[in-house]
């Protein structure tokens, strides 16, 4: 069983800056992707940013483009989001995800484990 447990949000003033771990426990993969996605009250889940675990090529959506790094450590079996110049549409809980198949990496339905999310609220 694969476990994802994410960590790191909290209530944080606009400017300022979160990191997110996120510690992947259980069954390992060969070659997978994980992405972080957000879901902000009343809105769909939307890809953040991904990172090929075997590759290091990371993507990111236009939004958090500049602000936002992932970034990954294989020997804790961890990735990471780092938040800079948070804004108050940053706010949302925060998840991280493993898609081991194929599909679009930007896509929620791709991917097969998800963690239960961490809050991020952004004051004005």
């Known amino acids: 069983q694969v476990q994802l447990i994410e960590s790191g949000g909290g209530l944080v003033q606009a400017g300022g800056s979160l990191r997110l771990p996120c510690a992947v426990s259980?069954?390992?993969?060969?070659?997978?992707?994980m992405g972080w996605f957000r879901q902000a009250p009343g809105k769909e889940r939307e890809f953040v940013a991904g990172?090929?675990?075997?590759?290091?090529?990371?993507y990111y959506t236009d939004s958090v483009k500049g602000r936002f790094t992932i970034s990954s450590d294989y020997a804790k079996n961890s990735v990471y989001l780092q938040m800079n110049s948070l804004n108050s549409e940053d706010t949302a809980v925060y998840y991280c995800?493993?898609?081991?198949?194929?599909?679009?990496?930007?896509?929620?339905?791709?991917?097969?484990?998800w963690g239960q999310g961490t809050q991020v609220t952004v004051s004005s």
């Open positions: 259980g069954r390992t993969f060969s070659s997978y992707y």
């Open positions: 995800a493993i898609k081991t198949r194929g599909g679009s990496f930007d896509r929620a339905t791709t991917y097969d484990y």
């Open positions: 990172i090929r675990w075997n590759g290091g090529n990371t």
